[in-house]
Structures are given as structure tokens and as C-alpha cells.
T-cell receptor, first 116, second 110 residues
Framework: DTGVSQDPRHKITKRGQNVTFRCDPISEHNRLYWYRQTLGQGPEFLTYFQNEAQLEKSRLLSDRFSAERPKGSFSTLEIQRTEQGDSAMYLC??????????????FGPGTRLTVL | KQEVTQIPAALSVPEGENLVLNCSFTDSAIYNLQWFRQDPGKGLTSLLLIQSSQREQTSGRLNASLDKSSGRSTLYIAASQPGDSATYLCAVSGTYKYIFGTGTRLKVLA
């Protein structure tokens, strides 16, 4: 499978717990993005990596959120002390820097988080 | 700040109708515009990508157009089918991140 994969697909947790999500981009894609989508809304940008460098973080990404991309391959998104407002679909996408004109992003299936 | 608006928010049509979904954006300095389909509780399925230098793209019964100067794109669906029922999202990109609209929820009645 050469697409973007995300794990887990679903996560149910209690308020106050920490959760971590993983994204594996398309191999050789050097750009990786995280988005969050709440019910009835379009996805909103959270953060972006070029190789292992995190180049932008949205104001949506509070101090409880941290993302990493060690070695420029897979990425993890951790949410500490989860709140009910964190319940959403977390989407990961990747693209190739070589695709300068298009910057087409390929999306994974998402991780649906429910905070009770 | 780029803003993306999709009209209508919801649409219900009988099977077989041709239909048009609209997307407008406030900043014409975009790299590309992409249309996606999203089924309930699922991820995004890419439908069509229009690069900034292009005017339209076609795939099967779908045709998407782009007018950067007026900040508009349309997605035309020919001969709609019940299987087309989903939410359709448009997204525009600058140098990297996508800005999405809130989508059009389409229901095609058999």
C-alpha cells in the first residue's frame, strides 16, 4: 500500500488522559501536514513539517498538543490532558516538495478521537 | 487571510440531474484548488486537482473549473446517482497548507 496511513483509526479516551496518534506518509514525500476536522466543518490546518523540521504551528495547536517527525519519516501527534473539545477527526496528509506547482496533498483515512 | 466559502451548504436532487457546486475564495494568489469527497465518518477522497495555471479538469462525470481572477471554482456533476451522496469539500493552497471550505452536503434521491 503506497498511500498515507494513520493509526489508530478510532480512539476513545477519558478526559484528562494523554493520547498519541501516528501518521505514515507516502514514502519519499518530504512534506507532512496535520489537520483537525470537527463535525460539520471543513478540516483546519494544525501544523506542517518539511522533512524533520516543524515549520508552522497553527494557533489551534495549544500547549497541550505536540507533534514530531523524527528522521523525516513518520509523524506523531500527542494530546496531553485531553478535553471534550478535542473530540474531532485528526487528518494527516503528505506531499512532495518536488511537486512545486501542484503541491497536491494526499490524505490519510484519519483518526477519530472521542473524549468522554 | 484566505477564506473559502461553499454554496449551497446542502443540496437534495433527484437521480439523473446535472448539478453545480460552488466554491469561492478571497485571495487569488493560490497554487492550486482541489475538490474532495467525504463520506460520513470517513477521510477525504480526492476528486480533481486544478493547478493555478489551469482553467479546468475533468474526470468521468465530474468537471471542475477555476477562475482565479474572480476567486471562483465550480464542480459540475453530470447525471447524478445515489452513490454521489456525500459531502463535497473544496480546498485552496498557497505555498503549503490547504484552506478548506465547510462543504456542500449532497443527497441524490433514487
Amino acid at each position: 500500500d503506497t498511500g498515507v496511513s494513520q493509526d489508530p483509526r478510532h480512539k476513545i479516551t477519558k478526559r484528562g488522559q494523554n493520547v498519541t496518534f501516528r501518521c505514515d506518509p507516502i514514502s519519499e514525500h518530504n512534506r507532512l501536514y496535520w489537520y483537525r476536522q470537527t463535525l460539520g466543518q471543513g478540516p483546519e490546518f494544525l501544523t506542517y513539517f518539511q522533512n524533520e523540521a516543524q515549520l508552522e504551528k497553527s494557533r489551534l495547536l495549544s500547549d497541550r498538543f505536540s507533534a514530531e517527525r523524527p528522521k523525516g519519516s513518520f509523524s506523531t501527534l500527542e494530546i496531553q490532558r485531553t478535553e471534550q473539545g478535542d473530540s474531532a477527526m485528526y487528518l494527516c496528509a503528505s506531499s512532495s516538495l518536488r511537486d512545486r506547482e501542484g503541491n497536491e496533498q494526499f490524505f490519510g483515512p484519519g483518526t477519530r478521537l472521542t473524549v468522554l | 487571510k484566505q477564506e473559502v466559502t461553499q454554496i449551497p451548504a446542502a443540496l437534495s436532487v433527484p437521480e439523473g440531474e446535472n448539478l453545480v457546486l460552488n466554491c469561492s475564495f478571497t485571495d487569488s494568489a493560490i497554487y492550486n484548488l482541489q475538490w474532495f469527497r467525504q463520506d460520513p465518518g470517513k477521510g477525504l477522497t480526492s476528486l480533481l486537482l486544478i493547478q493555478s495555471s489551469q482553467r479546468e479538469q475533468t474526470s468521468g462525470r465530474l468537471n471542475a473549473s477555476l477562475d482565479k481572477s474572480s476567486g471562483r471554482s465550480t464542480l459540475y456533476i453530470a447525471a447524478s446517482q445515489p452513490g454521489d451522496s456525500a459531502t463535497y469539500l473544496c480546498a485552496v493552497s498557497g505555498t503549503y497548507k490547504y484552506i478548506f471550505g465547510t462543504g456542500t452536503r449532497l443527497k441524490v434521491l433514487a
